[in-house]
């Protein structure tokens, strides 16, 4: 694998004749679409399918019901377990199955790929956001608990996941020891069956950080409760903040590093996005509202735009502005060197695997950048 970045005049045959790899090949893994012009600064990788000796990891990816069958399908190869997004849970413990469609056919085409279908299980209000009111309901109440568990059980053995993954945010700081005691027994009672569990948790930097998204999560406690934990690793630039990177590096190594204080590396996997979002200008808090784009997406408009792609070294994120109808745009994304990065980072402190949100847009260059890292196409 080489990662090369266009210069002023690169055509794809030029690039081709410089590397020794067909411009057709260039341009399926790149997913570069006809008269396939490129950006300034654009991150191509030059894939020769030569594999690099490493170990294999897990890799899991987010996925809704209402996810392309063809992008599933291109995808599964390269998972260990699929996560499906999500179940919900009422304040006395019933189970709310996926609001977006059935899931039976994600998990049956899983199956067939050799891939461990996963349940999500979220506390999700009526009004489609994380409620702690719910969480707080059952992590409280045995009954509830009880009656939540068994609800998973019978829908895993009904449908054939073979996991459960307990992604909580906005935890109540005084029912942060009730929702470690919580996860504790669903793990317990999930291995008692045969199945594992995992826990997301927000990107902490030290025990006592401050913060609904922080407080009301104990990395060690929960590590030790838990099979594994993904660590949710972006969102530093989100939908109605600053523009900025949404996984910058030196942020992520700053959690990883806490995270290893409280918990084996082999039992946690790197959070990773599969986005970028673009930014109309000026920022104004509370009012501009980013518009979330896919990665082949970002370069296109850099395309179209005519805009020069730069790469933040702090943040190793690439980054381009442009103008539109008289409005400036910022755009952060993932491209083949941000993800470089963080496979580096996953090899240097020997973590158990990485995590995507989401897999719903197809990213051709990762997987096979992935690939190339860790042996782990099935």
Known sequence: ????????????????????????????????????????????????????????????????????????????????????????????????????????????LALRSGTRPVLTLTPFGADGNFNNQLIHSVVNEEAYRENLIDNLLRTMEEKGYQGVDIDFEYILAKDRDAFTAFVRQVAETMRSYGYHTSVALAPKTSSDQKGLLYEGKDYQALGEAADHVLLMTYEWGYTYGPPMAVAPIDQVRRVVEYALTQIPGEKINLGIPNYGYDWPLPYERGVTKAATINNVQAVRIAVEQG????????????????????????????????????????????????????????????????????????
């Open 307 to 378: 805009a020069e792609i730069r790469f933040n070294e702090l943040a190793q994120s690439p980054y381009f502005t442009y103008v539109d109808n008289g409005t400036e745009h910022e755009v952060w994304f993932e491209d083949v060197r941000s993800l470089q990065a963080k496979f580096d980072l996953i090899k240097e402190y020997g973590l158990r695997g990485c995590g995507y949100w989401q897999i719903m847009q197809w990213f051709r260059a990762n997987w096979l950048l992935l690939y190339s890292q860790f042996y782990i196409l099935k």
């Open 1 to 108: 694998m080489e990662i090369y970045v266009v210069k002023t005049g690169d055509t794809v045959d030029r690039i081709a004749e410089e590397t020794g790899v067909g411009a057709e090949q260039i341009i399926y893994d790149n997913q570069l679409v006809y008269p396939y012009e490129l950006a300034v600064g654009q991150a191509l990788l030059i894939n020769d399918y030569v594999r690099n000796a490493s170990r294999a990891i897990s890799v899991s990816g987010y996925a809704y019901p209402f996810i392309s069958r063809w992008v599933l399908e291109q995808t599964l190869p390269y998972l260990s377990e699929l996560p499906v997004f999500s179940y919900g849970f009422t304040s006395d413990g019933e189970l709310i199955p996926p609001e977006y469609g059935d899931d039976m056919w994600m998990i049956e």
